[in-house]
């Protein structure tokens, strides 16, 4: 970090400097930059040829010769794995003893790759063709210069390569050990005060998690009072309804932005016909008519996205109030708002609830480490998750315990410089699989 940037966050600490409004975006899954995948280059073929692959007949000999008790031909094997040339580790080689039917053995710990016992063509063809395929494929010197560099993990082994697709990494694993990647990493060219302000924006989403968005804590207070007005039209109208028998379930559905707005419905009751719903309509009429004067007197119901309806189920004695998501799974959790959240002592709750469905569907949950190149207070290396990097960088520090303050702000002075004021080097990776 610059003078110029340890500055601006000891503003920002400070309450001036860095807005809430300039954070924002960082809390946005449209438009955090730390979701942006680094751009691959266009594909295009590769020019490898296979001229500069060893025939099938010069890897046997060599294998055996190993076997008649001649040169290891481990640095051959290790040139057949091209882009992981490098990367192989530690390779066992066990050539048989029989000297008219030369056989072999390979084991290598990256990737915990064998080849079985077979005789030395067998093994020189396989080999052969792994070098073939891996010599057409766009990832190490074969990949463009400006391709992103890609971090994989295999079994006892990470490395990382440049490749001109995720594909192309796929299919080299594949190829090479027979297995896809654990996991892979996208380098993302982050500085340590872009991070800084991930961890600003943390802070942010942390103070509203303990006091609640304040439009939607009102909007919650607001959809509580409709709620209780809702319950007592329902309750007093089914009451004084002598043509409904008092212990009588029904369905009431208020539906404030499409047409019908109310639907009742009840035990027993057919309203497939049009005579059964005009008959239904005289029935209700008082209760419809109340439930469209409380519709009219809370404009916050008409401000909920039209997918959210207020559902009531009950009968003359209680009704249960609750909100539901229709573009969601029935299954699902979050269709759902029930009566025991629509609670003024369940506000904050209430407020993340609906802050959730205004905004449609949970963003799915990104993944991130963190590697930081000095000795620090807080961790050299970190794991997020979550739908943005700065709701990632909060979960990371709550779920260490209750010194989430401590621990966000230790990480905030280690991005700053290290011991010294200098500044550190940071690495931080987009992990996609």
């Known amino acids: 970090m610059t003078n110029n940037t340890c500055i601006d966050v000891y503003s920002a600490l400070a309450g001036s400097g860095v807005s809430y409004e300039a954070l924002s975006h960082l809390m946005d899954p449209s438009r955090d930059p730390a979701l942006v995948m680094p751009t691959f280059p266009v594909e295009q073929e590769v020019s490898a040829t296979c ?22 031909p481990d640095g051959l094997i290790r040139s057949l794995f091209g882009p992981f040339k490098e990367e192989l580790g530690y390779i066992s ?44 494929l766009p990832v190490g010197k074969n990949a463009p210069k400006d391709a992103p560099i890609v971090h994989i993990t295999l079994p006892r082994k990470s490395m990382a390569l440049r490749a001109q697709s995720l594909k192309a990494v796929r299919m080299a694993c594949l190829v090479a050990f027979r297995r896809q990647p654990e996991e892979i990493g996208i380098e993302l060219k982050a500085t340590a005060d872009q991070i800084a302000q991930h961890v600003l924006a943390a802070r942010e989403i942390l103070k509203e998690e303990v006091i609640g968005l304040p439009r939607y804590r009102q909007q919650g207070i607001e959809i509580i009072q409709a709620c209780e007005d809702i319950r007592l039209i329902a309750t007093t109208a089914l009451r004084r309804n002598t043509a409904v028998w008092k212990n009588q379930m029904h369905w009431i559905s208020i539906r404030p932005n499409r047409t019908p707005m109310i639907d009742i419905q009840k035990d027993g009751f057919d309203d497939s016909s049009a005579h059964a719903r005009v008959q239904k309509t005289a029935m209700y009429r008082d209760l419809i008519e109340g439930l469209q004067s409380v519709v009219a007197q809370h404009p916050v119901l008409s401000s909920l996205p039209e997918k959210i309806e207020v559902s009531l189920y009950g009968d003359s004695k209680f009704f249960f109030v609750e909100l539901v998501d229709s573009s969601i799974n029935h299954a699902s959790v979050e269709r759902k708002i029930s009566n025991t959240i629509i609670e003024y002592g369940k506000l904050n709750e209430l407020a993340e609830r609906l802050e959730k469905l205004d905004g449609g569907k949970s963003a799915p949950d990104a993944n991130w480490t963190l590697s930081l190149s000095e000795w620090s207070r807080s961790s050299m290396q970190w794991s997020f998750s979550g ?47």
């Open 51 to 72: 001229e500069s692959v060893p025939t099938i007949d010069y890897i046997e000999d060599a294998l055996n010769d190993h076997v008649r008790g001649g040169k290891a």
């Open 93 to 136: 080689l066990e050539p048989g003893k029989g000297q008219k039917r030369p056989s072999y053995a390979i084991k290598i710990s990256c990737g915990s790759l064998e080849f079985a016992r077979a005789s030395t063509r067998i093994i020189a063809e396989t080999l052969h063709d792994i070098a073939i395929e891996l010599s057409h």
């Open 387 to 433: 739908p943005t990097l700065s709701h990632a960088i909060a979960d990371a520090v709550k779920s260490r315990g209750d010194k989430s303050s401590m621990l966000l702000f230790d990480l905030l002075i280690d991005l700053i410089g290290d011991e010294d004021g200098n500044p550190i080097t940071v690495d931080l990776r987009r992990i996609i699989s």
